[in-house]
């Protein structure tokens, strides 16, 4: 082989090198851009929360329930346990009663 052969295959070789270099690097770029594409995606569709319930309406249920919790339970406390009428806890001279118990045990 002569020089001036030589040198045809290598230009060959490095022109072949470069473009499989280029294809590799086009090939990372696209994947990158899919990667960012769908990091963009999931932030631009971010799902916006609807609640079925919203805090006020459960700020309200709750207090509701506290009230029904300690109704329930001075009616089984008073009416069950104490031997008193259920329908005695809410007047107010039960629990003006009650108040004076307590205040003498101290």
Known sequence: MSVNNLSQE???????YKKAKNESQQKINVHEKKA??????????K???IRLIPIWLRLLLLI???LVGVTSGAA??????GDG???DI???STWTHIRDLVDKGK
Do not use: P
């Open 90 to 92: 809410f007047k107010e």
């Open 10 to 16: 290598q230009a060959k070789t490095r022109e072949e």
């Open 47 to 49: 799902r916006v929360r």
């Open 64 to 66: 509701i329930f506290i």
């Open 76 to 81: 089984v406390g008073y009416g069950v346990l």
């Open 36 to 45: 960012n594409g769908e990091k963009a995606a999931t932030q631009k569709n």
């Open 85 to 87: 009428k259920v329908a």
